[in-house]
């Protein structure tokens, strides 16, 4: 029973493996470069660039007809000799810094960079203030009870 | 001193789950285009109607215009079509057509058949201008004003809402 679950898994993971080797087969096939260098590069780009249409996705991820145009025209570029640098300006000047997964440190953006880090700020003066005002609770009542303990032990006497 | 401290948790969590809600209001369909307030991009591509005549921006000439970004291959560019022709008619503006990575005789047979709203349609077969106007998907409406500037782009169909709201503000 056991080996018939492992060989399933074996055979499923063994397809999902050749598809993804096709992919990239289709995808040399289509963008061919003359070194390996330029393919790392256009391959880091299209990861690197958001779809416009879909938005939720990166370039490389998407196959909408205007993420697979940006794709031939970030080929294009890349063909052409041109710095990372001057493609991320080609397409903002295109379509915005929407269309960057990183976006840009700018007074636009600030809160986007800044924000989880002065929440995590807050949380951290809350948690310390809550705790704080909690000791010196529990230190007053404890000052309370020895006091009346202290009183009660000379009343005894 | 110490109320405060207690309830800012809770002052704070309902700020942001109101600030994520009105976020999440917006419509994201709508990417602003960075080309508002810049000059028509610089294009060399054949007209649709005659692939002899290579049109420029130069043949845009009148203005203010409007220029829709259309296809035989888009639906709501159809939905859109009626409100095109009724503009045409009733409007001063001019109405110039970017036919978008679609096949010529499917888009002359179109017109012909539908009614033709554009001065003229530039044939944008790969799309290469569309991709200098930050196209992303028909139809899509640009309006220029009187010195040639982008003043506002729509993504979608155009209605006469939206005309109102987007367009004429920027006809005065």
Request: glycine letters at 4%; hydrophobic letters at 40%.
């Amino acid at each position: 029973m056991k080996s018939l679950f492992f060989s399933i898994i074996l055979a499923i993971s063994q397809v999902i493996w050749s598809v993804g080797i096709q992919n990239l087969d289709v995808q040399k096939e289509l963008y061919p470069f003359d070194t390996v260098e330029e393919e790392i590069r256009f391959n880091k780009l299209l990861d690197d660039y958001r779809c416009p249409k879909c938005q939720s996705s990166n370039l490389s991820g998407s196959n909408s007809p205007i993420a697979r145009d940006l794709k031939i025209e970030i080929y294009r570029l890349v063909k052409e000799g041109k710095k990372d640098y001057e493609i991320t300006e080609f397409l903002t000047q295109r379509y915005g810094d929407f269309i960057l997964y990183k976006p840009p440190f700018q007074p636009s953006t600030y809160l986007l960079w800044i924000g989880p880090f002065a929440l995590l700020l807050i949380a951290i003066l809350c948690v310390f203030l809550v705790k704080r005002s909690k000791q010196k609770k529990v230190s007053d009542t404890d000052l309370r009870a020895l006091k009346k303990k202290f009183q009660s032990e000379s009343e005894n006497r | 001193m110490k109320k405060i401290i207690d309830i800012a948790p809770l002052v704070v969590f309902v700020l942001l789950v109101l600030a994520l809600f009105s976020f999440l209001q917006r419509d994201n369909n709508q990417l602003n285009s960075v080309l508002i307030d810049k000059n028509f991009p610089e294009f060399n591509l054949t007209k649709l109607e005659d692939e002899d005549i290579i049109l420029s921006k130069s043949d845009i000439s009148h203005f203010p215009a409007i220029v829709n970004v259309w296809a035989t291959w888009c639906i709501t560019c159809r939905v859109e079509h009626p409100f095109l022709l009724n503009l045409k008619k009733e409007s001063k503006i001019k109405i110039y057509g970017l036919n978008y990575k679609d096949d010529r005789q499917k888009a002359l047979s179109l017109l012909e058949r539908d009614g033709n709203p554009f001065e003229f349609s530039i044939y944008d077969k790969e799309g290469s201008l569309a991709i200098d106007l930050g196209v992303y998907g028909a139809p899509e409406t640009f309006l220029i004003n009187s010195d040639g500037i982008i003043k506002t782009r729509h993504v979608g169909a155009l209605t006469p809402e939206i005309w109102n709201k987007k367009f004429v503000i920027h006809l005065k």
